[in-house]
């Protein structure tokens, strides 16, 4: 194991593991990321994949947030991107300006494409150093988390060859070619076990699971596909790691979050369409995420603070019984076009109305 300087800040952590808080923790999906100018000045003469696969860049880029809002920030999280997997399973994926697959999977027969047998930690090693290098620059200041998409959107993505409305593609394969959609959600899964736990034994204190395309997904389609490979993931994550587990989160973008606290994470993440009052008969040993709606953050300092207000207030009531442990956050990531003011804002209102009754 590595070593590392001791955690000033464990918010985050007591928050995923249930234990007592002064306030909630707060941190922003894509904190790191184009609403920043000293992200796009980097960008400006670094592509995008290069920015992942150079730890001193990525770590670079990770901190940023963190030297910008200092202690209104309770978490770092690496700067990489979900595609990082199907490059490491062989497919060419570059940024253009979205994601975009030159040679997507057209027919389960393109599978055979796919090399047998991957050395995961060789492919993706570069993002393990980036892990090792931003947790030793951080030096404890606030933990640093770790991730990965979920077999299901990592599928959807190497099928439609980028985003997609519809997801027509993938969801015929899912309809037509049930048994080879599964298997080949279990391949991408068992890719993804390896590199959670290097992400882990890298020095990732946390480890989140982005499945953003779960709500494509009946109810039905959701445990019958996605749930299986992200149970998968939690379990033998966790079995692997042993007695160095650390807690994971799974946010699974516009799926019931009946159905995603199934799958075995500690902290299950919500989009704004929920509200957390309805939530409340989850178990309570799980922790909730979220859940803001990223665009009030364009409403103007006023709609912010009262939205704020509003998320805590619900959060904190839980719906009537004890409330679940809570780590604010957006309801998905925060968009190019917000003034790094307004997130300064975001993220007062969330210290000044998120405090008390958290013991
Ligand atoms: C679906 C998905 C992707 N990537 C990711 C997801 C899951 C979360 C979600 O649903 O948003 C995850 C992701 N992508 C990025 C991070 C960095 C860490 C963070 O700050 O949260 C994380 C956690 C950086 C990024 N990933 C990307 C950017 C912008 C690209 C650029 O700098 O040119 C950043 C900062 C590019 C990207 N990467 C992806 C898309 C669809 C795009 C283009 C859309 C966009 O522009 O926002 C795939």
Redesign the pocket.
Known sequence: MVEFPPLKNDRLLRAARGEPLDRAPVWV??????YLPE?RET?KNHD?FEICRTPELAKEVTIQPIDRYGDLLDAA???????VVPQAMGMEVI?N???HFPEPLDTPDDLKRLPETIDVDKELGYVYDAITLTRKELGGRVPLIG?C?APW?LMA?MIEGG?SKTLQKSKTWLFKHPEESQKLLMRIADVCVTYLVGQARAGAQLLQV?D?NAGDLSPYDFTTFSLPSLKHIATKVKERLGSDAVPMTLFA?GASPTLAARGGYDVIGLDWTVDPRDVSTLPIEISLQGNLDPTVLYGGRDAIEREVRRMCDAFLAGGGGKPHRWIANLG??IT?GVDPEDMRWFLQCVQKYSAGSLD
Not at 29 to 34: D, F, L, P, S, V
Not at 77 to 83: E, G, T, V
């Open positions: 999906m894509r904190q790191a990321g184009r992200f960008r995008f999280i690496i700067f990489s991107d979900i595609l940024m300006p979205g994601p991730f998409g959107t993505y985003s982005f953003s973008k998905h990531g190019p």
